[in-house]
C-alpha cells in the first residue's frame, strides 16, 4: 500500500480517540482504555508510515477541504517519514502508560478533556509533519499549540498552573507570528502557498536571510533554545506526567522538523550565509550548557527534566549548526554527518526523555509529590520502575553502551572534521563548541546522579513516599519500550544510521550510509577507518562477558553480612542528614556563582542564647538569567507603554470614533501612495 | 591472531602490574619522605586479603550497591584492553576511540558515584558531589587536550594518533606542549592525586574518592581499590604513549616487542619519579581551589588549540 495512506491513517485514529473521549465520557474506565487503545493504533500507523515513507519515494495528495482555493496538501518525504516515525514510537509507548497513569486521575475528575486535547494535539503533531503547504502547516501548528495549552492548564485549579499556561500561549503565538513571517517572505518570492512552488522561489540574500532569522527565531522559541526558553521549564511540568513526555520528547522536535523543513528545504541553503550555521551552533552551545547549568539546581523533578529538554535540544542544534557550515563550505558528506548525528539525537531524546518524564510521573504517582527533597529509597519500594529510570539516566547521560552516547560521539566526529574548513575564526569557534558538548555531557552525568540518588537511593525523606508502591503493568511496559529502544538504539547504530540517511539523501542528496558500512557492520566508521571508529557490540560483548564470569563468582561466594552504616558514631543517623538535591549541587552553585546568582537565605531560632540552636532554615534560589533580564525587562516595558497610552482608552464615544475616523483616512491615505 | 594475542598479554600486563605500579609511587614517596614504606608486594596482599574476607553490607544497601564494584572494575579492564601499551596497531584498539575511551572512565565513575549515593550516608553524597563536579570540570579539558592531538593526526583513533606522532608527521609543534601540560594536570585530577585528592587521607574535609567507597568492604572494596590502581597506570599510559611514543612496537616481532616492553617499564618508572616528587613538593589543596586548577587545564587545552589554528594549520 502507499505510504501516504497509512501515515494519513495515523491522523484518522487519533481523530477516532478524540471522539471517543466524547463520546465515551459517561463511562470513565471504557473511555480510558479505548482513547489509550486508539492512540496507540494511531502511533503505531506513524510507526509504519514512517518506516515506510523512509524507504519510499516522496509521496503526495491533497484532501478536498480547506479553503476554497487551497485544498490541503499532504506530502510524506524522508524527512516527514522520520519525524512522523519518531512522534509514533514515543506516542506508543505513552498510550500503554497512560492506560494506568489515567487511572489514578480518573478518580478525581473527567478524562474527557484530556483525552479529547491530547488527540487533537497529536492530529497536530502528525498534520505539521504531513503538511505540504504553508496553510495547512500554520493550520496544524496552532492546533498543535492550542491543544496543549489546555494540557498545560488540565489541573487548572492551581495559580501556578494557570500562570505557565497564559505564558505558554504568549510564547506559542508569538512563535507562530514569527514563522508566520517567515512563509510570508517565501509566498512573496512565490506567490504560492504550495511548499512546491516556495521550493524553487528565488529569494535574495537579503530575503533569504530575513526567512532564515524569522523561522530560526519562531521554531527556535518553540524548541527552547536559550535564551527564547523561558516557557519550557514552565509549562512542560505543569501538565500530566504523560503529556510531559509527549511535549518534551516529541513536541519540541515538531519545530526542529519546522527548522528543518522551512530552511533546509524550503529556503534551501544553496543561498546561506556563513553565520547561519554559525548562529545556530553559538545557540546550540550556549543552550546545552546553560540547560544543563540550570538543571542541576533544580528541585522539582519534571522541572529539572524540563531544563534537560533545552540542554538536548542545544546539542541537536550543534550538529544542525555544523551540517549548515559544512554545507555553505561546500562539504556536503560532512554535512550529512551531523545531520545524521542531530537526527540520531532527536530519535536518542526522544526516547530517553520519554522515559524520564514517564518515570517522574510514576514517582509522582507513587509518592504524591514533585519535590526531590521529599524522596529517597524509592529503589527499595518501586525496584522495576528504578531499574527503567536508571536506563534513562545513563543514555541521558551519554554514557557506552546506551544511546546516548552514540549521537554525542557522532556530533563530536562531525565537530571534529572543522579544520577542513578554510574559515579559520570559524573552525576555531567549532572545537569550542565541542568543549561546551563535553562539559554539557559531564555536567548532565552529574545531574543524574543527583536525581537517581536523591530520588530512588538512601533513605525515604518523608512518610508518603516511604509507602509508595509499585506502580501498575501499564505503566512499566509503557516505559520499558523506550528502554528497551534506548537500549538498542545504543548498540545497534549500524543499523539504524542507514534508515535516518534517507534525510541527508534527500536534502543533500548524499549521505554517509556508505561510509557507515565499508567497514562491516561491527564497526561504526562514520568517516574512515583510520579516522575513527566505535564498536558498541565488542564494548556491550565483553562488558557481558565480564559482569558473567563476575557473577558466577559472585553467586559462588554469596556469604556477606549486614549491619548499620558507619556514623562516625551517631547512634541513630536520620533521613535528613542524607546528602539532598540542593546539597548535592552546592558545590557548583559555588563554582558557578556568576551564572547562577543565587539568593541564599539562612534562618536561625535560639533558646534564649545564641549557643542554644532551636532551629536552622536554609533556603536557596537560583535565578534564570533570561527570564530576569530578558522577559522581566520587555514585561516592563510593556507595562509602561501601556500606562504611558492609557489615556486613548479613557475618551467618550465620539473620542473612539474619532480615532476610527483618522485611522482610516491614514490607511487610505497609505494605499494612495502605495498603489 | 597473533595480534588479538599481543592485545590480550599487554591488557594482562596492564591489569596485573596495577597494584605493582601504585606501590612503587607509594614507596618512592615514602623513600623521599625518609621512610622505608611499604613492600612492593604490599598491594597484591591486600588485595588478597580483602578477596577473601566476607564482605559487610549497610542494611539498606540495594542491589545497584553490590553491582557498583563489577561495573566499575570491568569498564576499566575493559578500558585497558582497548589503549595501546607496547604494540601500537592492536585490534581492540578500533573498538573505542579515545572519546569512547574517556565515556568508559565516565561510565566506571558514575556507577561509583551511585553506589556511594545507595546507602544514604552524609560521606557518601558528599564524595559523590564532589567527585562528580570536578570530573564535569576535567572532562572537557581532558578532551580537549586531546583534540588538539587529534587534530594534528586527523583522528580520534588512539592507534592512529600514537602512529601520527611517531612518523614525526608533526614536527615541533608547540601546540602539543600545551596539551600534554592540561593532560598532566588532568591526569593528576582524575587519578585522585595530591593537590587535588590525598589517596591516604580520611579526612571529610578534603577528601573526594575515598569518601565514596567508605561503605566498601571485602571483595567490593578489593575491586575498586583495584580499578582504581589500574587507572593510574592507564592514565600513565595514556599520557606517555600519545605525547611520548619512542619506543613502542610497530610490529609484534619479539626484538620489538621485548624493546618496547623495556622502553615501557622506564618511561613509567621516570613519570613515577616525577609524580612522587610533585606529591612531596605539594600540599594538598583547598576543596574550592581545585576549580580553579581544573580552568588552568582547560584554558592551556583552548590554547593549544588556537595555537594549533594560528601556527600550524595554514603552513
Known amino acids: ?675 | 591472531m597473533n595480534l588479538w594475542l599481543w592485545n590480550i598479554v599487554q591488557m594482562v600486563l596492564l591489569v596485573g602490574l596495577a597494584p605493582l605500579a601504585a606501590a612503587v609511587v607509594k614507596r618512592m614517596r615514602a623513600r623521599l619522605q625518609n621512610r622505608r614504606g611499604p613492600k612492593l608486594f604490599q598491594p597484591y596482599r591486600d588485595l588478597a586479603k580483602l578477596f577473601s574476607k566476607t564482605p559487610v553490607l549497610a542494611e539498606r544497601a540495594s542491589w545497584l550497591f553490590r553491582l557498583t564494584p563489577y561495573v566499575v572494575f570491568v569498564s576499566t579492564v575493559l578500558a585497558a584492553a582497548i589503549i595501546p601499551v607496547i604494540l601500537i596497531d592492536t585490534p581492540l584498539a578500533a573498538a573505542a576511540d579515545v572519546i569512547a575511551l574517556v565515556a568508559l572512565f565516565a561510565l566506571a565513575r558514575f556507577f561509583l558515584a551511585l553506589g556511594a549515593m545507595d546507602t544514604g550516608t552524609a560521606f557518601g553524597g558528599m564524595g559523590a558531589s564532589r567527585e562528580m563536579t570536578f570530573s564535569a570540570l576535567a572532562e572537557p579539558a581532558m578532551l580537549m587536550s586531546i583534540f588538539v592531538l587529534s587534530m594534528a593526526s586527523e583522528s580520534t583513533n588512539l592507534s592512529t594518533m600514537i602512529e601520527a606522532v611517531l612518523n614525526g608527521h608533526l614536527g615541533l609543534h608547540p601546540s602539543l606542549a600545551f596539551a600534554l601540560a592540561a593532560m598532566l594536570l588532568v591526569t593528576i585530577a582524575e587519578t585522585g592525586r595530591i593537590p587535588v585528592d590525598n589517596p591516604s587521607t580520611h579526612l571529610e574535609l578534603t577528601m573526594i574518592h575515598e569518601a565514596m567507597i567508605l561503605e566498601y568492604s571485602g571483595r567490593y572494596l578489593a575491586l575498586i581499590e583495584w580499578a582504581g590502581q589500574i587507572k593510574l597506570l592507564l592514565f600513565a599510559t595514556l599520557l606517555l604513549n600519545l605525547f611520548f611514543p619512542w619506543g613502542m612496537a610497530v610490529n609484534d616481532s619479539p626484538p620489538a616487542m621485548l624493546l618496547a616492553i623495556v622502553s615501557w617499564v622506564t618511561k613509567l618508572l621516570v613519570l613515577f619519579v616525577l609524580l612522587a616528587l610533585f606529591e612531596n613538593r605539594m600540599a594538598k589543596m583547598r576543596i574550592f581551589r581545585v576549580p580553579e586548577y581544573l580552568g588552568l587545564a582547560f584554558l592551556l587545552a583552548i590554547i593549544g588549540m588556537l595555537t594549533h589554528y594560528i601556527l600550524e594549520v595554514g603552513v
Open chain 1, 1 to 675: 500500500m502507499n505510504a501516504i495512506v497509512w501515515a494519513m491513517a495515523a491522523p484518522v485514529a487519533a481523530l477516532l480517540a478524540m471522539l471517543a473521549s466524547v463520546v465515551l465520557s459517561r463511562k470513565r474506565d471504557v473511555q480510558r482504555r479505548q482513547v489509550c487503545l486508539l492512540l496507540a493504533i494511531s502511533g503505531l500507523l506513524s510507526i509504519a508510515g514512517g518506516i515506510i515513507g523512509l524507504f519510499a519515494p516522496p509521496s503526495t495528495t491533497s484532501l478536498p477541504f480547506g479553503l476554497p482555493w487551497l485544498p490541503v496538501h499532504l506530502r510524506l518525504d524522508a524527512l516527514a517519514a522520520f519525524f512522523l516515525m519518531v512522534i509514533g514510537l514515543l506516542l506508543t509507548a505513552v498510550a500503554i502508560y497512560s492506560v494506568g497513569y489515567l487511572r489514578s486521575i480518573a478518580r478525581e475528575r473527567s478524562l474527557t478533556p484530556l483525552g479529547f486535547f491530547l488527540s487533537l494535539f497529536i492530529v497536530g503533531m502528525q498534520g505539521v509533519v504531513l503538511a505540504d503547504d504553508a496553510y495547512a502547516f500554520m493550520v496544524f501548528w496552532e492546533i498543535m499549540s492550542i491543544s496543549s495549552y489546555f494540557l498545560v492548564t488540565f489541573e487548572h485549579e492551581e495559580e501556578s498552573n494557570r500562570k505557565a499556561g497564559f505564558l505558554y500561549l504568549l510564547m506559542a503565538h508569538l512563535c507562530g507570528l514569527l514563522i508566520l513571517g517567515s512563509f510570508a517572505i517565501l509566498y512573496v518570492a512565490g506567490g504560492s502557498f504550495e511548499f512546491e512552488v516556495m521550493r524553487t522561489a528565488e529569494l535574495s540574500p537579503v530575503w533569504a536571510s530575513l526567512a532564515f532569522l524569522l523561522a530560526g527565531l519562531g521554531f527556535g522559541m518553540k524548541a527552547g533554545l536559550v535564551p527564547l526558553h523561558a516557557w519550557l521549564p514552565e509549562a512542560h511540568p505543569a501538565a500530566p506526567s504523560n503529556v510531559s513526555a509527549l511535549m518534551s520528547g516529541v513536541m519540541i522536535k515538531v519545530a526542529i522538523f519546522g527548522f528543518l523543513r522551512l530552511v533546509w528545504d524550503l529556503v534551501g541553503l544553496e543561498q546561506s550565509a556563513w553565520w547561519w550555521g554559525g548562529l545556530i551552533l553559538a545557540a546550540g552551545s550556549s543552550s546545552a550548557v546553560t540547560g544543563v547549568l540550570l538543571a542541576l539546581q533544580q528541585h522539582d523533578l519534571k522541572r529539572l527534566l524540563a531544563y534537560h529538554s533545552v540542554e538536548n535540544i542545544g546539542i541537536i542544534a550543534i550538529g544542525l549548526g555544523l551540517a549548515m557550515i559544512f554545507v555553505h563550505f561546500g562539504y556536503p558528506a560532512l554535512a550529512a554527518l551531523g545531520l545524521v548525528a542531530a537526527l540520531y539525537h532527536t530519535l536518542n531524546h526522544a526516547m530517553f526523555k520519554g522515559l524520564l518524564f514517564m518515570g517522574a510521573g510514576a514517582v509522582l504517582h507513587a509518592s504524591g509529590s514533585r519535590d526531590m527533597e521529599h524522596m529517597g529509597g524509592l529503589i527499595r519500594t518501586m525496584p522495576y520502575t528504578a531499574a527503567l529510570f536508571l536506563i534513562g539516566c545513563i543514555s541521558i547521560s551519554a554514557l557506552p553502551p546506551f544511546n546516548g552516547f552514540v549521537s554525542e560521539w557522532l556530533t563530536f566526529q562531525a565537530a571534529l572534521m572543522a579544520p577542513q574548513l578554510k574559515d579559520v575564526f570559524l573552525s576555531a569557534l567549532i572545537p569550542f563548541s565541542a568543549a561546551m558538548l563535553a562539559l554539557a555531557g559531564a555536567l548532565a552525568a552529574a545531574c543524574f546522579i543527583k536525581v537517581f540518588g536523591v530520588v530512588f537511593q538512601g533513605v525515604p525523606r518523608s512518610r508518603a513516599v516511604a509507602q509508595a508502591r509499585e506502580v501498575d503493568r501499564w505503566m512499566l511496559s509503557g516505559m520499558a519500550i523506550p528502554a528497551v529502544l534506548c537500549f538498542l538504539l545504543g548498540v545497534l547504530p549500524i543499523w539504524v544510521i542507514p534508515l535516518i540517511d534517507a534525510v541527508p539523501q534527500s536534502l543533500l542528496h548524499t549521505g554517509i550510509s556508505h561510509s557507515i558500512t565499508t567497514s562491516g557492520w561491527l564497526w561504526l566508521t562514520p568517516i574512515a577507518q583510520e579516522r575513527a571508529s566505535y564498536s558498541p557490540q565488542i564494548v556491550l560483548v565483553v562488558l557481558l562477558l565480564a559482569g558473567f564470569c563476575f557473577a558466577m563468582i559472585h553467586w559462588r561466594t554469596r556469604a556477606k553480612r549486614r549491619t548499620a552504616i558507619w556514623s562516625c558514631g551517631n547512634p541513630d543517623p536520620t533521613a535528613r542528614m542524607q546528602y539532598n538535591a540542593t546539597s548535592f549541587s552546592q558545590p557548583l552553585r559555588r563554582i558557578f556563582a556568576n551564572i547562577y546568582q543565587p539568593q541564599e537565605k539562612l534562618l536561625r531560632s535560639y533558646y534564649g542564647h545564641s549557643l542554644l540552636v532551636k532551629k536552622v532554615r536554609y533556603a536557596v534560589h537560583v535565578r534564570d538569567l533570561a527570564w530576569h533580564y530578558g522577559y522581566l525587562s520587555i514585561r516592563q516595558f510593556t507595562e509602561w507603554l501601556a500606562k504611558r497610552t492609557n489615556w486613548l482608552n479613557e475618551r467618550p464615544i465620539h473620542g473612539y470614533l474619532a480615532f476610527t475616523f483618522v485611522t482610516l483616512l491614514i490607511l487610505l491615505g497609505l494605499l494612495g501612495v502605495l498603489v
